[in-house]
């Protein structure tokens, strides 16, 4: 059974700093892309961030590069997000995902990831 857990949410203000952690079980963690979705209340969900197989490709939407940074260990069978000068506006529930494909330029959409963990809530205060 595949498990991906999310941890690491809380409150924090803005210029702050959160690490969201995915713990990955049942699953060959190496052959999976792994990435970050988040939804805000009333949006949809969007692409945060990805990272290939290996942790040799990384890619990110827009609005966090410079703030944010993927990684993996996967030796741990963990992908993190470190989130860096946070803003109000990245208040959401940030869920991990795993995906087979390994064309990064596909992975900004949901469709092709096949498992997804809970979420976790961040909330950033002004």
């Known amino acids: 059974q595949v498990q991906l857990v999310e941890s690491g949410g809380g409150l924090v203000q ?3 700093s959160l690490r969201l952690s995915c ?5 060959a963690f190496s052959n999976y892309a792994m990435g970050w979705f988040r939804q805000a209340p009333g949006k949809e ?8 197989r290996t942790g040799g490709l990384t890619d ?7 703030r ?3 990684s993996r260990d996967n030796a ?3 992908v993190y997000l470190q989130m860096n000068s946070l803003k109000p506006e990245d ?5 991990c995902a795993s995906a087979r494909t390994t064309t990064m330029s596909v992975m900004i959409l949901g469709k092709w990831y096949d498992y ?6 961040v909330t950033v205060s002004s």
Do not use: D, H, M, P
Not at 45 to 52: G, Q
Not at 91 to 95: D, G, Q, R, S
């Open 45 to 52: 969900r969007e692409f945060v961030a990805a990272i290939s």
């Open 91 to 95: 208040t959401a529930v940030y869920y």
């Open 76 to 78: 741990e069978n963990t």
């Open 14 to 16: 803005a210029g702050g």
């Open 23 to 27: 713990a990955a079980s049942g699953l």
């Open 60 to 66: 990110y939407t827009n609005s966090v590069k410079g």
């Open 116 to 121: 997804w963990g809970q979420g976790t809530q």
């Open 68 to 70: 944010f940074t993927i």
